[in-house]
Nanobody, 122 residues
Framework: QAQLVESGGGLVQPGGSLRLSCAAS????????MGWFRQAPGKQRELVAA???????NYADSVKGRFTISRDNAKNTVYLQMNSLKPEDTAVYFC????????????????WGQGTQVTVSS
């Protein structure tokens, strides 16, 4: 069974930075598209960033230029570096894994971690 474990969330002031990590097991990591989704209170889960098997990245317009997704296939880990954080980034951030043949952005597909809370507040 797939297991995804997120870490690195917390409370940060606007303009600050956080780095999220997701350690994966139970999957062939190198064969999966990896992504980060987030869900704020009262809102639907949305794609934040994804990285394909080939290293191609995809970002939500709201985070372009501020967030960077990366993967380390040797460590079975995907990262999300978040800079210049804004209050509207506040959400639970979920790690996702899916086969390379599937849509990158569909929030209904794949395996999920339990989530890590990111709160941006002054």
């Amino acid at each position: 069974q797939a297991q995804l474990v997120e870490s690195g969330g917390g409370l940060v002031q606007p303009g600050g930075s956080l780095r999220l990590s997701c350690a994966a097991s139970g999957i062939i990591f190198r064969s999966n598209t990896m992504g980060w989704f987030r869900q704020a209170p009262g809102k639907q889960r949305e794609l934040v960033a994804a990285i394909t098997v080939g290293g191609i990245t995809n970002y939500a317009d709201s985070v372009k230029g501020r967030f960077t997704i990366s993967r380390d296939n040797a460590k079975n880990t995907v990262y999300l570096q978040m800079n210049s954080l804004k209050p509207e980034d506040t959400a639970v951030y979920f790690c996702n894994a899916r086969g390379a043949q599937h849509s990158v952005s569909d929030p209904r597909i794949g395996s999920w971690g339990q989530g890590t809370q990111v709160t941006v507040s002054s």
